[in-house]
């Protein structure tokens, strides 16, 4: 039996942290996969030396993990193609804008055999449809392509913090592998095959959390704010019982579902960028110029593309959560109406 | 049509939140219900003034929820024969051990074509079995028994800060009657079938937010705690439907379920106690003198009861968060077991 070669593609904060696991997890099962993982990292200059070069000296990524050791089989790799040649497994870990730019690079070095998982936050929606990047991905290299989407903060997972995650996948047999190359002692995952409510749950869960940070700004309690994510994760599931026939409930019993929306309505850029929103009434991109220097907020985007989506189809009354944090937001509606028109 | 005439058995914090509602929306609705609303309070002296005439007077309970306003037609009745006489509709809300001596008193005056609502909070969970207080109301007094729990910290409610409940009823037709009782626009209500799941999700929660509270006493960051309270949620699940093959999933995605779990592992006195139990290793009966005023904390008793009742069954193993919860408190478990054997 020839072995599973792994192959990374990013390598930020989240990329990191699945980099150490991962690089563990494959000296764990050495009868499964090839020792060496290739790790595309996308080279910039760091303090005055290339990334690539001190990640593999330093066995860490000095700029986006700072103090997490890696095991000395993950290589990091600046040439996408050498970083994946020959690969069987490619775990996608970058940020989605750059998506499209790396399947069109792979797509005719990528064996048709090699099957993919997607950790990528978020989805594409415009009015005229919804599109998982699993899926686009799976389009673009024509391979299988699972999910996995959870309640994990790079740096909590990465001080390894118990906590667990969901794999979604069509595959049951990738399942499982994708198993073995994830779960830890303190990374528990569960494998289910509802990749698309994996996927809906990660990008959806952020347009929840500004209503959250809304109702934190107001200073209204924990009674409300439990009521907000709660019909946040009402409406999160009839958008893809709606859109997507096959979501499952019990994927919101997952890790994916609540547990992360629960973590994200807590902590989390969305909701305290929604709450500093509510209290100064400064525009987003202030905000954002402010507190993020410079970086889009997801769960605000994702809320405008909602809104697009649902209006291209008469559609916005039945959402009236996502719809009320996109008209706070961008059509100036009262702070008020987060619980008002709920 | 003979109107409805109510009466409210309980006047402690939650007791007075809710006699303001129902004393509000029976004259609303002066079509179904009498405008008299009867409120039974234990009598004592309060400030060298009886309490019954002081809430008579000043339209308000200087006790247990001073500053909020009853409107007038809620009468404080310290003689419990005499606030129930000639009721139709009984809301109890009342602390759990004075359930049955309240009800032996009633039974022989009570009409039998009553209907009542238990927000009572807590179950009776003994080695022989569980018994869920509308039961046993229902069994005391011959009649249908609903019941209420939601994500509603009494004084929240009180100011009406926008919050939802859950009211679970046999009776479609009792449950719509109760809708009118308590929705308001600040007082969400969902009503359904499922009377078993909201009771007992309002007692189990509390074995969770322990767990929670741990968690935080040993500072282990967000994931953790989101993984905690899925996994406890999804014990209580289960314990429903081993326990009572009735109750549905869909319970849990209820204000009573989720929303609940939510608001008492973040704020709320279990999770509280148990986070000051994970830092100073106290006993919990020196955290209850120093925080609670001597008060019993309701977690840590329910997750003695259910190991109990687990292990009459042999199936201690089968929930495993609920009983390292037990062995931490009560067995003097390793703190860190919270998460290494659950």
Known sequence: MTKERVCIIGSGNWGSAVGKIVGENVLKHKDIFEAEVRQWVFEENYKGEKLTEMINRERENPKYLPG???????????????????????????????VRGVCEKMKDHISPKAKAISLIKGLEIKPEGVTLFSEEISRKLGINVAALSGANIADEVAKERFCETTIGSRSEQDGQLFFKLFNTDYFKVNVIR????????GALKNVVAVGAGISDGLGYGSNTKAAIIRLGLMEMRKFGQTFFGTVEDTTFFESCGIADLI????????????????????????????????????????????????????????????????????????????????
Chains 1, 2 share one sequence.
């Open 194 to 201: 509802d990749y698309v409510g994996v996927e809906l749950c």
């Open 68 to 98: 997490i050791k890696f095991t000395p089989n993950i290589k990091a790799v600046p040439d996408l193609i050498e970083a994946s040649r020959d690969a069987t497994v490619v775990v996608f870990v970058l940020p989605h804008q750059f």
């Open 263 to 342: 973590t994200t309505c807590s902590g989390g850029r969305n909701r305290k960028v929604a709450e500093a929103f509510a209290k100064t009434r400064k525009p987003i991109d202030i905000l954002e110029q402010e507190m993020l220097n410079g970086q889009k907020l997801q769960g605000t985007l994702t809320a405008q593309e909602v809104h697009q989506f649902l209006t291209a189809r008469q559609m916005t009354r039945e959402f009236p959560l996502f719809e009320t944090v996109y008209r706070i937001i961008y059509e100036n509606a009262p702070l008020e109406s987060i619980v008002r028109d709920i």
